[in-house]
Structures are given as C-alpha cells and as structure tokens.
C-alpha cells in the first residue's frame, strides 16, 4: 500500500501561472484535506472533501479550487499563482467518523517567483 | 485569532533530560491528537485524548488532556535524539470533519 501520495514533490512556477496538485490515496478513506504550512504559521486548512463529488471550503481558500471527482484522487489547483502561495502543501486523509486520525502525504514544495 | 496556543515555540534540550510542552486554548475541544513531524516529510499522529483528565503514555511520552478540555500537555521523560522534530497539537471541535492546527513546539535533542 501506498498511503498517501503527493504529484508533484516539488514545483517552481512565475507569478500568473496555473497549476494542478494532485493527491492519491489507496486507504478508501472518505475524508481528504489540502493544507499548507508555512514558517511560524502551522498547518492551515485550505478546502476539504468529505466524499466523492463534494468538497468545502476552510480556513484559507482564497486563490485555490479543488474537485474530487473520484473517492481516491483530491485536486488543488492554482489558476494564477502568486507570491504569496509560495508553500509546503500537504494533503490528507481519514476515515469517516469521530476522533481518527489523519493521514498525511509527504507534502509538495510551491515556489512562485 | 489562533485557536491553540502552543509553548514553548522552541525547545533545545540535551539528551537525558526531560521536558514539557503545552497546548491552550480558550475553547473547548471534543478530542485533542498530538502529531510528530520530521524535516520534509508530514505529520504523523502520536495520540488522540477525548476525556477530560485523561492521560495517555507511550514509551517515555506522556500526554495529558485538561479536565475542562481546553488544554493539553506532553511530557517526555529522558529525551533521546530520535525525539526531535515538530510537534503539532490539533483539537476537533462540533462535527469533527475538521482538525484544527496549533502552531508546533520544535524540538532539537542534542546528543
């Protein structure tokens, strides 16, 4: 098993140009998360999925779209990077229910010069 | 407005010694999990507490969840080198879909 993958590991983009993240999972769990986590900042909720076809904004979604159009893919995407997303991504995983744990990728590296 | 406060932010310790770290908030939570990061890779979850008072162990570490759920604590007692890395305290809080972050206590044991 897998766990949690993360396309691409790295990525340096100029300012305006668009991109696609992907998250794989091969766990069946329901529940997916994007998050970024930048220095002194923690990790920060971005948009969240909790089942196929549906997904939820969270903390910081501004600048980002997400689709899960299969229970084990989750998508983030970038239409006009800016400075400012300049990040660690990581995506997540749980099963449905109370108190499970999350299960993280190994997380994607954003640079936007 | 950050809704768990962690302390220390950084922690550089020698090998042997013991240490603690905190997670407050103002809010109640219906379960806590503590996570450990290592450099370039994610989160890994240590423990989930979702009694107030309870106190869980595992190995050298003790977590600790406050009676009125609002706070916890994590104690390791004779750190050894393999305990360095971020730790993360998360708090659930209404419909549980949803974790949310405290910034990290980072620790640094030195051999």
């Known amino acids: 098993n897998a766990g949690v993958t993360q396309t691409p590991k790295f990525r340096v983009l100029k300012t305006g140009q668009s991109m696609t993240l992907l998250c794989a999972q091969d766990m069946n769990h329901e529940y997916m998360y994007w998050y970024r986590q930048d220095p002194g900042m923690g990790l920060r909720l971005i948009h969240y999925s909790v089942g196929e076809g549906t997904t939820a904004k969270g903390e910081v979604p501004d600048g980002y779209n997400v689709s899960r159009l299969k229970k084990q893919n989750f998508l983030l995407g970038l239409e006009s990077a800016a400075p400012s997303q300049t990040s660690v991504y990581f995506c997540?995983?749980?099963?449905?229910?109370?108190?499970?744990?999350?299960?993280f990728g190994p997380g994607t590296r954003l640079t936007v010069t | 407005t950050q809704l768990l406060e962690q302390s220390p932010q950084f922690l550089s310790i020698q090998e042997g010694e013991n240490l603690t770290v905190y997670c407050n908030s103002s809010?109640?939570?219906?379960?806590l999990q503590w996570y450990r990061q290592e450099p370039g890779e994610g989160p890994v979850l240590l423990v989930t507490?979702?009694?107030?008072?309870e106190v869980k162990k595992l190995k050298r570490l003790t977590f600790q969840f406050g009676d009125a759920r609002k706070d916890s604590s994590l104690h390791i007692t004779a750190a050894q080198p393999g305990d360095t890395g971020l730790y993360l305290c998360a708090g659930a809080r209404g419909s549980n879909y949803k974790l949310t972050f405290g910034k990290g206590t980072l620790l640094t044991v030195n051999p």
């Open positions: 809010s109640v939570f219906s379960s």
């Open positions: 997540a995983t749980r099963l449905a229910g109370v108190d499970y744990e999350q299960y």
């Open positions: 507490v979702v009694t107030g008072g």
